[in-house]
């Protein structure tokens, strides 16, 4: 019994979906429950079962978005494999757009700092693990160049 309830969904995630489509004070039996878990999970098994003998077929390991799409389709749910391509595809397209507007921020040309008047060289702020880290090109180069020419004038003298 434990290994049949393994391999299905949460019953809070099902219940969850069915009281969004049942008015505020619809009761759910048990057993109702129970049956929508069995099946919602039995029909994820099967259009992904579908999807991974496709990828099998292409000599691939990986399942996507277009593989569970496929199977939607070649299974008989073509309303279904239509509608969420479409989302697919939004979503993909979303994601591109968040990318490049996240590569546009990152990038920081030369800058000023006003309060101390201190020339910062080239750096750019790159997302690493959680946090940002900032990493300034160029910097010893500067500070190299900058001694050289104080040890140059200080020889003028």
């Known amino acids: 019994m434990g290994d049949e ?9 099902v219940v969850r979906i069915m009281k969004q489509i049942l008015p505020p004070k619809a009761k759910i039996s048990k ?5 929508i878990q069995e099946c919602a999970s039995e029909f ?6 579908e999807a991974s003998n496709k990828c099998h077929r292409d000599n691939r390991k990986t399942v996507n978005g277009h593989d569970v799409c496929w199977a939607l389709i070649s299974l008989g749910f073509d309303e279904y494999g239509e509608v969420i391509m ?12 968040r ?17 101390s008047m201190c020339r910062v060289p080239e750096c750019r702020v790159m997302q690493k693990g959680k946090g940002r880290t900032l990493i300034l090109k160029s910097l010893m180069r500067n500070l190299n160049d900058e001694d050289e020419d104080e040890d140059e004038e200080e020889s003028n003298v």
Do not use: C, W
Not at 86 to 97: A, P, S
């Open 5 to 13: 309830h393994d391999k299905l969904l949460p019953i809070a995630n």
């Open 31 to 35: 057993e109702a429950k129970e049956t």
């Open 44 to 49: 994820i098994s099967f259009v992904t079962g």
């Open 86 to 97: 479409k989302y697919l595809h939004k979503y993909m397209e979303f994601e591109r757009e």
């Open 99 to 115: 990318i490049g507007r996240a590569k546009q921020r990152t990038v920081i040309e030369e800058k000023k700092d006003e309060d």
